[in-house]
Each structure stands twice: as C-alpha cells, then as structure tokens.
C-alpha cells in the first residue's frame, strides 16, 4: 500500500513538472481567461447599447440571434472551466467513495448519457430565454425613458422594468451557477468505467485507504 501512494504521489509530481508551462504563459493565459468571462457577464447582464437605435419593428430577431451567442459563448466558459478542472485532477474523475452518480452510470448507461445531454440542453434553453428577456427588458426601458409607444399604442410602465430586470439577472446567476456545476459533473463522470485493470471503485477504495494510512 505504501508503495501505490509513494508511485501515485511520483506521477502527480512528474505530471505536474512536465505540464506546468511558464509563469509568464500562465499568467496570460489566466488573463485571457478572466477576460473572456468578464466580456461573457458584461454582454449578458448590461444591455447591448447598438440596440438603443432599432425600433420595435426590427429588433426581435436581432435580439434572438444576439442571445443564442451570448448563451453560447456561456456555456463555452463553463464547459472550458469544468475540462481545465478535470485535466488537472489524479486520477481526472470522480473519486468519491459514495457517489450516486456513478452508480447509475454503472446500472444505467444510457439513462445517465440521456439524462445528462438533456440537463445541459434545458439549461442552454434557460439561459437563452432569460438572457433575451434581459435584453428585451433593458430595450423596452429604454424606449420607455424617449417617450416611444408599445406596439399597439400602449404606454409602458417605466418603473416596473428595473425590478424586472434585477430579478431576471438573479435567475441567469442562477444558470450559469448550475451550468457551471453540470459541466463539471458531466466530464467528472463521462470517462470509462474502467482504466486498465483498475476500476473507479477501486481507485476510491484505494484513495480512502490512502487516507487512513
């Protein structure tokens, strides 16, 4: 047993000397990184200013195509984020000595999969929806403050679009938070059942062993 921690500890330590890039790369790269999500938040939760110069009768569609990229662009940091995490764990999946969603892989492969393909989409719907209410909300105010009319002739409520808009950006913290969290379960257990001759729960068994020794 001493000698499977000691090798497990010599692989990490190896992988970690031969990975490692630069300060100077990481720190770049880490900038990027902050840069692209800082851009992702800043077009989902401000409103997108070049939409203050269309009317009501040409901006739904923009509005759609605008909130398809930007839901795309929020699953694309999550889903790097949850990949980065994974790439960076020994062994890079779960690990857990009890974990419900390993024994489902196991009994139910198919359903898992399903299961799983299914939240991300529902999610990705979410995200686009709320995303274009935020937009539409932020627009509808806007036209409100320059005097300009609901299709129809009617007059909107100014003051009833803020508190909208906070509580529609609550919901979309909401999802990302819970996107966040499936990207990381879904490549945490997307991986084989078994590597070699070693399977998941032997490496659990093995790690909580490790821990008491």
């Known amino acids: 047993m001493q000698n499977v921690k000691e090798e497990r500890s010599t692989i990490r330590a190896l992988s970690k000397d031969v990975v490692s890039p630069p300060l100077a790369v990481r720190l770049t790269i ?21 939409f203050n110069l269309f009317t009501f009768d040409n901006s739904i569609m923009w509005f759609i195509a605008y ?24 062994p890079p999946r779960c690990t857990k000595i009890k974990c419900s969603r390993c024994k489902t892989k ?22 686009t929806v709320f995303n274009l209410a935020i937009q539409t909300s932020f627009f509808i105010k806007e036209m409100c403050v ?4 609901l299709p129809g002739g009617r007059e ?16 979309l913290v909401l999802i990302h938070s819970m996107t966040a969290h499936v990207f990381k379960e879904y490549y945490l257990h997307n991986g084989p059942l078994e590597t070699g001759d070693r399977t998941p729960s032997d ?8 821990a008491i020794l």
Request: glycine share 6%; net charge positive; with cysteine.
């Open 156 to 171: 909107p409520k100014c003051e009833s679009y803020p508190g909208a808009i906070i509580l529609f950006e609550g919901i």
């Open 106 to 127: 196991k009994k139910y492969p198919k359903w898992f999969k399903y299961k799983q393909w299914m939240n991300i989409f529902l999610l990705y719907v979410s995200l």
């Open 67 to 90: 909130s398809v990229i930007v839901s795309i662009w929020g699953f694309a940091v999550w889903m790097e984020r949850a990949y980065r995490n994974k790439i960076n764990l020994q």
């Open 203 to 210: 490496e659990k068994k093995s790690a909580s062993e490790e």
């Open 30 to 50: 880490k900038a990027m990184q902050i840069l692209f999500i800082g851009k992702m938040f800043r077009y989902s939760f401000l409103p997108f200013l070049p």
């Open 146 to 149: 320059q005097g300009v009319k």
